[in-house]
């Protein structure tokens, strides 16, 4: 059966080259990876591989492509993955944040900077996810019912109350719908965030979670200026759902060198 699945794969590469083109034709797209546990050739054990989702969707500003998704398979975690796969693409990538743990997909984001080299000069440009941002908040307050905490969560709920009203318009309505009700939000909760911090220990979750949103935040804001931005990443997100739950149990992977393209 591996063998059916790796002809297969090799019959489906004109289809695979041609969604990863239409993905990298837009002007903006959604990146996340998430483990997938694989048996390791040989041994009979697990090794922890990765599948890569790379996303546009366009509905939410009435672009005109029709809604699509990429995958990748990796037999590991490096760099080096994205950095293939969005070689020569110049546009926006709404990327995972570093340093968030999370229960999403059974995975966590612990430190990881594997998408850095996607961005740079005379490469992509980085938009941050307001959602992650949201999540370190919510579990501070979750745990201890931090006044502040709570404040953070109310402040970033406005942004998006607007997000609500700008879904399905224009990129250039809703630019100018950010820049009047977004940005005065924006701007205020980046700076009640620098004067909450020296008020708290340094060593507290809270803190950590502040110092979390103050250095995302910059990266976040290029939505205010681009109507064909989104606030978050949780397309990504989505688009990666269905593919785990697809895989109940370990796949075998014969060759090494094998990627899967969805």
Partial sequence: MADWVGKSTALLEPLAEAIAKQVKDGAALFADDTPLK???????????????????????????????????????????????????????VHAPSHGLRRANHCRA???????????????????????HIRRKF?????????????????????????????????????????????????????EWLHAQLPKISGKSSLAQAIRYALNRLPKTRPYLDNGFLELDNNTAERAMKPVVSAVPTPPSAPYPDLRFRL
């Fill in 138 to 190: 919510v579990d501070v307050f979750t745990a201890q019912g931090s006044a502040i905490a709570e404040e953070a969560i109310k402040r970033i709920a406005q942004l998006y109350g607007v997000e609500k009203q700008a879904r399905g318009l224009s990129p250039e309505v809703r630019a100018a719908l950010r820049q009047d009700n977004s940005k005065p939000v924006f701007d205020d909760l980046e």
């Fill in 38 to 92: 694989m048996l390791a050739p040989g041994n009979k054990k697990t090794k922890t591989a990765r599948i890569w989702a790379y996303v546009r969707d366009e509905r939410p500003w009435s672009g005109k492509s029709p809604p699509c998704s990429w995958y990748q398979f990796t037999v590991d975690r490096k760099g080096e993955h994205p950095v293939k796969h969005l070689s020569g693409y110049q546009g926006w």
């Fill in 109 to 131: 984001m612990d430190g990881y900077a594997g998408f850095n080299g996607v961005f740079g000069e005379g490469k992509a440009s980085e938009v941050a996810c307001m959602a």
